[in-house]
């Protein structure tokens, strides 16, 4: 019987080839896969810059806004208003940049779109960036940001130091403008409504640059243009039966009582005014608006005049004696300007004999203690 005998095979079969090949395959796709990810990932982040960029440059032209009022030829705060779609073809990028403007004026009503005046004048500003990526995937940027309408020109002044006062300005406002006024934004005023009875409308309008009153109002929307100056003070009382000391006189413990404050001003015409009085715990604090002449520049609107106190026991002068009427002392913690200290800028302290009595025409702003 004879033997068979098998020859040793060698090499792969068609199969394990055809396995080979598919793993291989899958392996090229998944690189390819990555690899195509990757690119698109750059192109998105590098387009994604861009709209950064664009959104951000919106905002700032915005921000540098000049005036407050529309001017063809300058950007303002008017201009700053929901726009019409843009288009910008991107710079080193392979798409169309849409961007849109959507502004919320915190000042007109959202119901009736009416302006309101006492509304704080802000504006939230919403900037959106969209465009398309290679895959024709839509992508979006947004930015959002409040711009406040105040006069660019006030930034200058809030750091300048206020001439001949050693007084910080309240809120970057004049010194003159009393603390509680408050302000209207994007007008470069102020509303101020001083002590009346119950019910009582009147107010008035300063300019926070220059401290003048510009306006006196009966009710928010009747208002009537004029050049006034404000006085204001306190009074405060020292009833006892032994005659007040030195201390007394600057802080008087007696309660206060009613009074009356009238201006009589004899520049630049006679005219009596009658002031606004609030009666507190220990003392009377009023308020005086004074009309002036409009003056011109360089010379500042000027009056002149005196306050008058109005009390039922009042002392008519120094040589009457009777103890049971009271007498009026004046005195102001203000410093004496007018070029007696050593150094500028080093004025003493004003003495009480040198507050005045008369107002004369350089009086730009009065203040009285009394």
Partial sequence: MGVIRHRAQRGLSLVEALVALAVMAFGMMAYVGIHSGLRLNGDVAKQRAEAVRLAQEAIERWRAFSLMSTDPGETDYADIVTTADEQIAGQATNTVYRLTRTVDDAAIDEGTGVFDPYAPRIKTVTIDVTWEDRNAQTQAVRLTTAITGTPPQLAGSLSTAAVGSPLLPVRGRHPAIPPEAVALPGTGTSRFEPPQPPGGTVSWIFDDFSGVITSVCDSPDACVATTALLLAGHVRFAVTDAQPAGADAELPASPAQPVDVVVERDFPAALMIDCYEQLRVTDVRYFCAVPVNPGEDPPPPRWAGHARLVLPALAADLADADEAKLRVCRYTPYR????????????????????????????????AHV
């Fill in 336 to 367: 004496d300007h007018r070029g007696v200290g050593d150094v500028v800028g080093d004025d003493p302290p004003m003495r009480n004999d040198q507050h005045p009595l008369d107002y004369g025409g350089d009086q730009q702003i009065g203040r």
